[in-house]
């Protein structure tokens, strides 16, 4: 293959790529992207829980589906995760630790709830996870990826909070993959004013 060959194979491989979107809004044609710090959070459909426990702590009532801004908090964390995940699972017990802090610290005038969403994980997959880790909260499957590819298919576990304003409009305040550290400074850093 001669220089100029390879040159015009290079402009069409990168034209491509740009044309890909690069997972960024305003490229191309890309049809999801992470939602950044200020951004909303897309509105995904997300399966309600069976469990009216999990319905309750939610408050979204006796709905099929839900949306995070549905969910009745001041603040949303949504944790994406797998199952097959050794991250995630090693992760499971801080994430629960969080729960609980912010369970004990949650008052009716500023509640911080958690969910979870099983990339790629069917209901089955979500309850033996919520089973060997004794998660408390509510485990949304997602084993088509649809809600995993909508957020840019973020490596797991990613956790993003969803804060709720004076307006009463949400937007992303934390978005980031891998452990969040501490769960009470964890807590006390999403619940500041």
């Known amino acids: 293959?001669?220089?100029?060959?390879?040159?015009?194979?290079?402009?069409?491989?990168?034209a491509a790529v740009l044309a890909a979107g690069l997972g960024r809004p305003g490229w191309g044609l890309a049809e999801s992207c992470i939602p950044g710090v200020g951004e909303t959070f897309p509105p995904i459909a997300l399966e309600a829980p069976k469990d009216p426990a999990m319905r309750a702590y939610l408050g979204i009532g006796d709905v099929q589906t839900f949306t995070v801004d549905q969910v009745d908090a001041d603040v949303v964390v949504v944790e994406i995760f797998s199952m097959y995940c050794p991250h995630?699972?090693?992760?499971?017990?801080?994430?629960?630790?969080?729960?609980?802090?912010?369970?004990?610290?949650?008052?009716?005038?500023?509640?911080?709830?958690i969910l979870g969403v099983g990339a790629g994980n069917s209901p089955f997959e979500v309850d033996v996870f919520a089973k060997k880790y004794s998660v408390p909260f509510p485990l949304i499957p997602d084993g088509d990826y649809s809600?995993?590819?909508?957020?840019?298919?973020?490596?797991?576990?990613h956790f993003i909070a969803v804060?709720?304003?004076?307006?009463?409009?949400?937007?992303?305040?934390?978005?980031?993959?891998?452990s969040f550290g501490s769960p009470e400074d964890f807590y006390r850093r999403l619940m500041e004013p």
């Open 1 to 14: 293959m001669g220089l100029q060959k390879r040159f015009s194979f290079l402009i069409v491989f990168l």
């Open 88 to 113: 995630c699972q090693r992760e499971a017990p801080t994430v629960n630790a969080f729960y609980e802090v912010a369970q004990k610290k949650n008052r009716p005038e500023k509640t911080l709830k």
């Open 147 to 157: 809600v995993h590819k909508t957020l840019g298919q973020v490596r797991t576990p």
């Open 163 to 178: 804060k709720r304003g004076a307006d009463g409009s949400r937007k992303v305040v934390y978005s980031q993959a891998g």
